[in-house]
């Protein structure tokens, strides 16, 4: 099946920071998922971005299906961007989305 | 209304209880997932629902048995659970399967087996 590598694992930031998260995925790929979860569980979709590039806030998100990545940006990150940043492609079997192992990204005030 | 509801927000059961987890999305969405979520690892699909009619079961063991009365509502009914079966459970809705599409989730049941 398709693998999904994200980096890097763990992102420690001071609030007001940048920062990049990278999402590679091993085969073509027709959409591409960014989600976070908070510390409380909660799962929410930020960038559905099959190519180009897409803005929500201080977020962005911009893939490259043809070299098969994907990278989100945090602009001027708050505390509240603490949590955990999951990508997810569709595998071969349509029905199944592919996660990565996250990047974990804690913002200190 | 962009939410999936998901009741309750914690449970703890023993291993020789029955419960249910209940979620509820009112977006006209048609396909609807179960998926588990150990801690510090990405969320595992555990079956798909397609117009009302279980469409994918991820070899699931039979003490999780799910349910669909209707297109606004799925059930995850518990029942001679395991410890090792303690985790974040995760209810998830889209437009359509296949999931390619997006994915909504709700906030999960956080459940405990002693």
């Known amino acids: 099946g398709i693998q999904v590598e994200q980096s890097p694992p763990d992102l420690i930031l001071q609030e007001g920071a940048n920062s990049t998260l990278r999402c590679n995925f091993s085969?073509?790929?027709?959409?591409l998922q960014w989600f976070h979860q908070n510390p409380w569980g909660q799962l929410i979709n930020l960038f559905y971005?099959?190519?180009g590039t897409k803005q929500n806030g201080r977020l962005s998100a911009t893939t490259v299906a043809t070299e098969r990545y994907s990278l989100l940006y945090i602009s001027s990150s708050q505390t509240t961007d603490s949590g955990v940043y999951f990508c997810?492609?569709?595998?071969?079997?349509?029905?199944?989305?592919?996660f990565g192992a996250g990047t974990t990204v804690t913002v200190r005030a | 209304d962009t939410e999936v509801t998901q009741t309750p927000k914690h449970l703890v059961m023993g291993m020789t209880n029955k419960k249910s987890l209940k979620c509820e999305q009112h977006m006209g969405h048609r396909a609807m997932y179960w998926y588990k979520q150990k801690a510090k690892k990405p969320p595992e699909l555990m079956f798909v629902y397609s117009y009302e009619k279980l469409s994918i079961n991820e070899s699931v063991p039979s003490r999780f048995s799910p349910e669909c009365p209707n297109s606004s509502l799925l059930n995850l009914h518990l029942h001679a659970l395991q410890p090792e079966d303690s985790a974040l459970y995760l209810c998830?809705?889209?437009?359509?399967?296949?999931?390619?599409?997006?994915?909504?989730f709700g906030s999960g049941t956080q459940l405990s087996v002693l």
């Open positions: 997810a492609v569709p595998s071969s079997n349509d029905y199944k989305l592919s």
């Open positions: 085969d073509s790929v027709n959409n």
């Open positions: 971005i099959p190519s």
């Open positions: 998830a809705s889209s437009q359509n399967v296949p999931t390619g599409e997006k994915l909504f």
